[in-house]
């Protein structure tokens, strides 16, 4: 048998990717009105991030332990590499590394310390370890390898969303309103969610132009995923945002 890698929803990556590279993923959850929707399992508004009383929470320690004791079950003893929405971000690296205490040893939890593709990349990574051959030592260093080389900016276009999270202070809001001025967002070393800098957005390029542009100044850029951002980050960051993630 060989390691079997799990995520979670934030990493956005595709079912024929998942298929191809056997990933296990665990829901995260969107709330809104008394309604709980799983993300990538139940059929969620498109325009959720717009709409009043919606928040989010991590995955349910339940839900950990069902995938991940599935997961060691069909590795065969090999074990289990899990590779979650940094811990800086959301509360579901915390419950799974709970879980993961309660499995044993042959199950690793991994804070990718990034957030969508980011995360996506860094469990791609380990399962493609895992495919190769690697133990399970292995598959978690490749893992943890790859989290220290990705680098996440976003650019928003309100930062209503982002107050209501708890990302930036009342002021600041106002500030960034009244002048025109988005802040440029950077995942810190730690996977944190921290101000870059302020810049003045009036242009709407959406991901494809901007991934167009991003090859053509970039041409040592290898491959160019495009994918949207997912509901339950679309919740703190709101509508029109762009983020870019580099794995160096």
Do not use: C
């Not at 339940?62 to 074990?79: C, E, M, N, P, R």
């Not at 302020?198 to 991934?211: K, M, P, S």
């Amino acid at each position: 048998m060989a390691v079997v890698v799990v995520t979670d929803s934030s990493a956005r990556l595709d079912p024929d990717e998942l298929k191809r590279w056997d990933i296990r993923v665990v829901p995260l959850h969107v709330l809104q009105d008394g309604i709980d929707y799983l993300d990538g399992v139940d059929p969620i508004p498109q325009d959720v991030q717009d709409r009043s009383h919606v928040s989010t929470s991590g995955a349910a320690p339940g839900d950990l332990a069902d995938v991940y004791q599935q997961a060691l079950a069909d590795s065969g003893g090999d074990g289990v590499v899990a590779v979650h929405l940094s811990a800086g971000l959301s509360s579901t690296f915390s419950s799974a590394a709970a879980v993961g205490r309660e499995l044993g040893s042959a199950v690793r939890v991994v804070n990718s310390r990034s957030a969508a593709m980011g995360v996506g990349f860094v469990a791609v990574a380990a399962a493609r370890a895992a495919a190769a051959g690697a133990d399970l030592d292995a598959v978690e260093a490749q893992a943890r390898s790859e989290s220290t080389r990705q680098h996440g900016f976003i650019v928003v276009h309100r930062l209503d969303n982002l107050r209501r999270s708890g990302r930036i202070g009342t002021a600041a809001s106002w500030l960034g309103t009244a002048l025109s001025l988005k802040p440029l967002l950077q995942l810190d070393i730690d996977g944190r969610l921290v101000l870059d800098q302020r810049i003045r957005v009036d242009n709407h390029d959406d991901a494809a132009q901007i991934g167009a542009a991003l090859t053509s100044r970039l041409p040592q850029v290898d491959s160019l995923v495009i994918t949207d951002m997912g509901p339950v980050l679309a919740v703190h960051v709101g509508s029109g945002a762009v983020g870019v993630i580099v794995s160096t």
